[in-house]
C-alpha cells in the first residue's frame, strides 16, 4: 500500500489519510499527478448489488486487460503516448461500511479536481458515482450528469436501502437536481421510475445520437459522465452483476464517449465490470477502450482540438 504521491511520483496530494494499493497501471499512464489531465483511480465497492457480485474485482481487471489495446486511438486520431494520464491505484476501502467509502471516494475525488485534473474512476457497484458527484458539484456549480445505463436507478430505496446500486440516480439527482440528469441507453426499469424521470431527459435509440443530443444542450457546462457497462447488451458485455439484453454494441458506446472531446467532462467514471462472469474478458476489453478514448477524449479538449 502507498499513496498517491508515491503512486505517481511527486506532486503534494492531500490523501494522506486514503489508503492505496497500487495493482498494474493503466496502459501507458506514465504522467505525473500535478501535471495530469486525467487520473484514473480504483473505487473497488461491491456492498449492495442485488444479483451477482464481483465488480470489487473490476478495476484491477481493466488495468491487467488494458495491455491488449494499441496505444493509438484511430477513431480520434490521438495516442496515449503523449497525454498527461496519471494512474494512482485503487482506494482500500473498510469492508461493510458503505457511508464510510462513500466518505473516502469524495474524498480521493475532492482532492484530484482541486489539483485541476478530471477524475476518471473505475468502480466498483454504481453507488461509488454518488460519492464523486458529490464531490464534482461541490467544485462546479450547476452540474449536469449524463447516465449511459441499462436500467433507470431511480428507485426511493431498494430492499429498504436508500443508499443501493438501485437508488443512485435518484441521490445524484438530489444533489444536482434531476432536471440535469440525462439517462441515455435506459431498457429497464420500473412504470415509477420511467414516470419519474423528468421530461426530455430519457433519450433512446442510437447512443451516439442520443449524445450528440445532450452535447449540444449542454454547451460549456460542465458535465459528469457516468458508464455502466451494463449499457451495453450481455453479448458484449457478459460480465456485469444485472445484465439486461437489449442494449448497444460495443462499437456503438466508443462511438458515442468519442463525442466527450465535445464536452466540457468535469468527470468520469466506469463501473459494473464483474470479472467472475467475464468469459474470455470480453467485457473489461470493452471497458478499458471505453477508458482509452474517454482519457484521450479529454486530452485533445484541453489541447484545445475537441472544442
Request: negative net charge.
Amino acid at each position: 500500500m502507498n499513496t498517491p504521491g508515491q503512486a505517481a511520483s511527486g506532486a503534494a496530494t492531500g490523501f494522506s489519510s486514503i489508503s492505496w494499493e497500487q495493482p498494474r497501471r493503466f496502459l501507458a499512464c506514465r504522467g505525473e499527478l500535478d501535471e495530469a489531465t486525467a487520473v484514473i483511480f480504483g473505487a473497488p465497492l461491491d456492498a449492495t448489488i442485488s444479483y451477482r457480485p464481483g465488480a470489487r474485482f473490476g478495476p484491477a481487471r481493466i488495468r491487467e486487460v488494458s495491455g491488449v489495446l494499441e496505444e493509438y486511438s484511430p477513431i480520434l486520431d490521438a495516442d496515449l503516448c503523449s497525454a498527461r494520464v496519471c494512474d494512482i491505484g485503487d482506494i482500500v476501502l473498510p469492508l461493510g461500511n458503505v457511508p464510510a467509502a462513500l466518505g473516502m471516494i469524495e474524498a480521493c475525488v475532492r482532492g484530484i479536481v482541486r489539483l485541476g485534473p478530471v477524475p476518471v474512476m473505475l468502480g466498483g457497484e454504481h453507488l461509488v458515482t454518488l460519492a464523486a458527484v458529490k464531490a464534482v458539484a461541490s467544485q462546479f456549480p450547476g452540474l449536469k450528469v449524463v447516465h449511459l445505463d441499462a436500467h433507470a436507478d431511480t428507485r426511493e430505496e431498494y430492499l429498504g436501502e436508500r443508499l443501493s446500486h438501485a437508488t443512485v440516480m435518484r441521490r445524484v439527482g438530489e444533489i444536482v437536481g434531476r432536471d440535469n440528469v440525462f439517462h441515455l441507453g435506459i431498457r429497464s426499469g420500473t412504470r415509477e421510475e420511467y414516470l419519474d424521470i423528468a421530461e426530455g431527459r430519457l433519450l433512446s435509440g442510437d447512443l451516439k445520437d442520443s449524445l450528440a443530443s445532450v452535447v449540444d444542450m449542454l454547451g460549456a457546462s460542465p458535465a459528469y459522465v457516468t458508464v455502466d457497462i451494463d449499457v451495453l447488451d450481455p453479448a458484449y458485455a457478459p460480465g456485469t452483476g444485472t445484465p439486461e439484453p437489449g442494449g448497444a454494441t460495443s462499437g456503438e458506446l466508443l462511438g458515442a464517449v468519442s463525442l466527450l472531446k465535445h464536452l466540457n467532462v468535469a468527470g468520469f467514471d466506469l463501473v459494473e465490470v464483474a470479472p467472475p462472469y467475464d468469459h474470455s474478458d470480453i467485457t473489461a476489453i470493452a471497458a478499458a477502450k471505453v477508458v482509452r478514448e474517454v482519457v484521450l477524449a479529454l486530452e485533445l479538449r484541453r489541447r484545445g482540438r475537441g472544442a
